[in-house]
């Protein structure tokens, strides 16, 4: 499997700048490649946290019961964005859920962690509400650390065949 994979790689070398896909291949992971899975990540993870983060408000939930809700919603909105992706190249609903599961775990564990963690430290940032400008300011300077902490993340596990470098074996 790995031997069929690398030669799906190589028989891209020669068109792989004209793809959008140069450096995917185990080994050879490119910065761009790296931000492009981060930022697919993180669409997911953005949807799936404002949109938490909105219920959670609606309801009058507190802080801690509003993260877990966010933080739940950002995995389910990141596998489902490559869940639908490698569907459409015609896996079985369970390949395609293990594809997502492998690309995706490890990417969106450290953006859910780092952009938190973030969230937790900026004054104010917990309490503040839907309608204020420092809740709409931490929470892009959230994603914008997690995501220059996940990138290189994602570099190291496309350049070893891993993360979102399974997902692009079904890319055509």
Not at 26 to 41: D, E, V
Not at 57 to 77: D, E, H, K, R
Request: a negative charge; proline letters at 2%; charged letters at 10%.
């Amino acid at each position: 499997m790995e031997h069929a994979a690398h030669d799906h790689h190589a028989s891209h070398a020669d068109h792989a700048d004209h793809t959008g896909h140069a450096g995917h291949g185990a080994g050879t992971a490119s910065w761009g490649m790296a931000a492009k899975a981060t930022l697919h990540c993180l669409t997911g993870c953005a949807v799936g946290e404002v949109l938490g983060m909105i219920i959670g408000t609606a309801l009058g939930w507190g802080n801690a019961p509003t993260m877990a809700l966010a933080i739940v919603l950002a995995f389910l909105f990141g596998y489902s964005l490559t869940l639908w992706a490698v569907k459409r190249a015609g896996l079985t609903l369970k390949a395609a859920v293990g594809v997502a599961l492998a690309a995706d775990t490890i990417s969106i564990t450290v953006m859910e962690i780092v952009d938190n963690a973030v969230l937790l430290v900026v004054p104010g940032a917990m309490d503040a509400h839907l309608s204020d400008a420092l809740f709409w300011g931490a929470l892009a300077f959230a994603f914008l650390v997690a995501f220059l902490v996940t990138t290189p993340v994602n570099k190291w596990m496309i350049g070893r065949g891993k993360g979102h470098a399974v997902v692009h074996r079904y890319h055509h």
